[in-house]
């Protein structure tokens, strides 16, 4: 996870190439022997830093976003993990093939709430990413998913999902082991379960796969997160027949897959604000800001009978996309 500091430790998006030469500057003048006599240029560079950053992520194009979500260094479910939650206590397995590693679940606290969460993880290191499918969950994934949440509601706990995943992983064997039925089955349960359940886009939430876990009573996306039908390159690949620069471009500013865009359509309840430069530059104040909406969801939801936040949950669902004569 990177954290603001002031260096160009930070992977570099092209867009940020300006910053990123402000960064090294700064951190070419920390470095020096006296360093000190340098400090009101610093804090001249810095606030220069600030301001073209801001200026740069005000003018993002939905493809700079999806970036944006991809980012390396941007926190994953296991680091919201550390940050947020207490006493956290990892569930494994799906009682039927094994267990998925693209899908984190357990009980933790967050703040004063006991809660079941449930996230994809996209995996660190080479391995960890190959291991996990790079966030791609097998039906396994969403069968370990559903049980937890179904243990969950039966303990009365909230549920909590973080969603980050171009989509379920496509192939052979996947399919083979039901797939699309895991995710239908997990659309079907999660209307129903009689619990609070508050999911956030994270980073990437595409098509089936982030719906597989994203049934909820609020539905929230970070500031710099993507949430759509189908990724930028898939959607170009349908359409162009070729997945390249221009197509990708066209194909993120076609899908109105960026948080803003979501909220317009009515298809999330609200964009949790990111730190300047987004959470790959300040995963920390990224964490305080989720885990504040978690907290006040959940305090929020808790004060509903569980019969009403199910018929609730299905009113929410079944307004989307309805359309009116005349």
Request: glycine letters at 8%.
């Amino acid at each position: 996870m990177a954290q603001t500091n002031g260096t160009s430790s930070i992977s570099a998006l092209a867009f940020e190439q300006p910053v990123i030469e402000l960064e090294k500057q700064i951190e070419a003048l920390e470095q020096r022997e006296d360093a000190e006599a340098f400090a009101e240029e610093r804090e001249s560079l810095r606030k220069n830093r600030d301001s073209l950053l801001a200026k740069v992520y005000a003018n993002l194009s939905p493809m700079d976003i999806v970036k944006v979500a991809r980012h390396p260094d941007r926190p994953q479910t296991s680091d919201y993990i550390e940050m947020i939650c207490r006493d956290f206590h990892e569930l494994h397995g799906d009682r039927c093939f094994g267990d998925d590693p693209a899908i984190i679940a357990g009980f933790g606290r967050i703040g004063t709430h006991k809660v079941m969460l449930i996230g994809h993880q996209k995996g660190k290191t080479v391995r960890e990413r190959i291991a996990c499918n790079f966030g791609c969950a097998h039906p396994e994934g969403y069968r370990k998913a559903l049980i937890k949440m179904k243990l969950a509601a039966k303990f009365g706990l909230p549920i909590v999902t973080l969603i980050d995943t171009q989509g379920a992983y496509p192939g052979i064997k996947a399919e083979e082991r039901g797939q699309a039925q895991a995710i239908a089955k997990n659309l079907f349960e999660m209307s129903r379960l009689a619990t609070p359940i508050v999911c956030v886009i994270i980073g990437e939430g595409g098509s089936g796969g982030a719906l597989g876990i994203g049934v909820g009573d609020s539905v929230a996306m970070m500031q710099y997160a993507w949430y759509s039908v189908i990724s930028p390159e898939g959607c170009a690949a349908i359409l162009w027949k070729e997945a390249n620069e221009q197509t990708n471009i066209a194909a993120a500013s076609a899908l109105a897959l960026t948080a803003e865009a979501n909220l317009k359509n009515k298809l999330i309840d609200e964009i949790i604000p990111e730190p300047l430069g987004g959470a790959h530059r300040d995963s920390k104040a990224a964490a305080d800001n989720l885990q504040s909406w978690l907290e006040d969801r959940i305090r929020e939801l808790k004060r509903f009978k569980p019969r009403t936040l199910v018929q609730r949950r299905y009113q929410k669902y079944r307004k989307i996309a309805a359309l009116k004569n005349g």
